[in-house]
């Protein structure tokens, strides 16, 4: 358990830190994307142990909100599920020395499933540390500004924001959510033959 901790917190210094905070704005453009089913589990999840604790059921319906609100606002015409497993995490608590400033992070491993091709398009697991966004109020750790629910429901953000930047950045290599057969412009154009 130790072990894993010291991994974890070592992990937390190469984190992702987004800002999660943009549902006001135009979704980002992801193709044919619709979220289809949204399926978050969290069987074997870490918690490092200096950690605030919160029951596992609500670690799960919390992501799982955060991934919907983000992922409810595409509406292409082909589903996408997601297989969410959350691996650890850690909810800074109040009164931890100054000098560690105990960051909030999570750790969740990713699958995106194609319903009509019925494959997985990415045969491993991507895997996201996200800690807590840098503000004025968590500039010394947010378990002495915040509640372990509002620490939880920032960090769901914060992991649904990076799975969102995650997918485009598979769009834009690979072209994930857009199947050249479907694509249709609507503008013909006569390409003449070699000769």
């Keep these: 358990m130790v072990r894993r901790a010291v991994l974890f917190l070592g992990m937390m210094a190469l984190a992702a830190c987004v800002n999660g905070r943009d549902l006001n704005e135009p979704a980002v453009p992801l193709g ?3 979220l289809g089913h949204n399926v978050v589990v969290a069987p074997h999840v870490a918690r490092v142990p200096t950690s605030r604790e919160l029951p596992v059921e609500d670690l799960i319906a919390s992501v799982q909100g955060a991934v919907e609100q983000r992922f409810g606002r595409y509406d292409g015409p082909k589903d996408y599920h997601f297989g969410l497993s959350i691996e650890g995490y850690n909810l800074a608590a109040p009164g931890v020395p100054v000098l560690l400033s105990p960051k909030t992070a999570m750790i969740v491993r990713l699958t995106v499933w194609d319903d009509a091709k019925g494959i997985k398009l990415n045969p491993e697991p991507a895997q996201f540390t996200v800690v807590e966004e840098f503000s004025g109020g968590n500039i010394v750790g947010s378990g002495l500004t915040k509640t372990a629910e509002q620490q939880l429901e920032e960090i769901s953000r914060n992991v649904a924001k990076t799975i969102e930047n995650y997918l485009v950045g598979q769009q834009e290599k690979f072209a994930w959510f857009t199947d050249a057969a479907e694509i249709d ?6 390409v003449p033959l070699p000769r």
Excluded: H, I, K, Q
Aim: glycine share 12%.
């Design 32 to 34: 044919d994307f619709s």
């Design 185 to 190: 412009t609507g503008e013909r154009e006569e």
